[in-house]
């Protein structure tokens, strides 16, 4: 909102200094600080009214040290994430952009979901909360609407670079470097030369015309990635500060990506793929990096808040969303990979026990306990010890996803 009505200023005034409204950098920046002044200063307002209304977590007993002793901490903190992330977004970003658009749906999409998870966890008293099903056609469903809204909407396209032999330098010296806007299906593969995967070709075994179906294999796509990383960060969640620091940590390298992928002289120069309009998303991304640094405040050890599914499952949902948005959601097995090991962990747990326990009568383990940071805690590592370590590695998986930028 402050975007138009600065641009307004500066058109119909010349206010002095409003002209800078125009420029992603200065508005990012000024998203990043205010959603971390509304996470760090009204955060502690939402645990107070959360502790007030004994918004508390249920603890199983799972021979954790100091696992009971948590039990009472109020949960859905994830509305401070979300508050505080909404509002910068809608003071500093340009509201029309199709990618704002559609990390404002994600947004309140699987926030919804999440926080209807700890209602039922919380009032209803149900340590199930919402049933896995409903969860999975939640996911399923919002993998549907972003799919089909950057598949067909007008406004998302991708420009590729012309080669070198077939660029022509125009009478006044410029050189046309990118061809002209277009929808495409093309993502981006890490460490090949010829980076560039069309999913369409999928369907290439049906014959001419298949490009018409290749909604059907974007979709899909969209459907697992969307569904896959918001499962991931919802294991993740798991102890003080792992989710929000590691996800802070992916934000900030997507925001890159970001700002890289909308910038046509930085795609040029890094010969990525240049998708107009997408520079917008840094607005978003980095009032999100703001509102998960600012929530680590109370997340730390010992945690005064939990974010409970209203934040975890919102932060896979962002975090795929953008991905996918610039073309890098391959990378996410890199870039998320504290997200894939937790995944992993509990697939093979469970799998390996139901085949042993199948095969031999008696179910065996992997894992003293998956996800794989309570096989740490079983191992006798404090918690703390145990987030700052993945925190660690994650910044290196971050590192090495960007640096793929180059590396081919």
């Known amino acids: 909102m402050l975007y138009y009505l600065f641009q307004y200023l500066q058109e119909n005034f010349h206010l002095m200094g409003a002209g800078v409204f125009k420029f992603i950098t200065f508005r990012a920046s000024a998203a990043f600080i205010l959603s971390l002044l509304i996470s760090t200063i009204y955060g502690r307002k939402i645990i107070d009214f959360l502790r007030k209304k004994q918004v508390g977590e249920t603890v199983r007993e799972l021979g954790l040290e100091g696992q009971v002793q948590k039990a009472g901490t109020p949960t859905m903190g994830g509305l401070i994430i979300i508050i505080a992330t909404l509002i910068p977004v809608l003071l500093f970003a340009k509201l029309e952009n199709i990618y704002i658009i559609i990390l404002i ?63 022509v330098v125009s009478q006044d010296g410029t050189v046309k470097v990118f061809d002209e806007a277009h929808k495409s299906t093309k993502t981006t593969i890490p460490f090949l030369k010829n980076n560039e995967l069309d999913y369409s070709k999928a369907l290439r075994f049906l014959g001419d015309g298949y490009e018409k179906y290749s909604w059907i294999v974007f979709i899909f796509i969209t459907v697992f990635i969307i569904t896959a990383v918001s499962n991931g960060a919802n294991l993740t969640d798991g102890i003080d500060g792992l989710a929000a620091g590691s996800s802070a940590i992916i934000v900030i390298a997507l925001a890159i990506f970001s700002w890289v992928s909308g910038n046509i002289i930085f795609a040029n120069y890094l010969d990525v793929m240049y998708i107009p309009n997408s520079g917008e998303m840094v607005v978003f991304t980095l009032a999100f990096a703001g509102a998960l640094i600012g929530f680590l405040w109370y997340n730390t050890y010992p ?48 799998s390996w026990f139901k085949y042993t326990k199948k095969k031999y009568g008696v179910g065996q383990r992997i894992f003293k306990m998956s996800p794989i940071h309570h096989h740490y805690q079983k191992l006798g590592f404090h918690e703390s010890k145990i987030v700052v370590r993945f925190w660690i590695v994650g910044i290196l998986l971050a590192v090495l996803t960007i640096v793929t930028l180059k590396l081919r």
Not at 130 to 151: E, N
């Open 105 to 167: 749906i994600t947004t309140i999409w699987m926030g919804f979901i999440g926080f209807s998870d700890d209602y039922i966890k919380v009032f209803k008293k149900d340590k199930e909360g919402l049933k896995g099903k409903f969860k999975v056609l939640g996911q399923v469903g919002l993998g549907v609407i972003v799919g089909s809204i950057l598949y067909f909407n007008p406004q998302v396209t991708i420009k590729e670079q012309i080669p070198i032999s077939q660029q």
């Open 303 to 350: 945690a005064q808040i939990f974010m409970g599914d209203t934040g975890s499952l919102t932060i896979g949902g962002i975090i795929a969303v953008i991905a996918i948005a610039v073309r890098k959601e391959l990378m996410l097995p890199i870039l998320a990979g504290i997200f894939l090991v937790e995944n992993l962990s509990v697939i093979l747990q469970v």
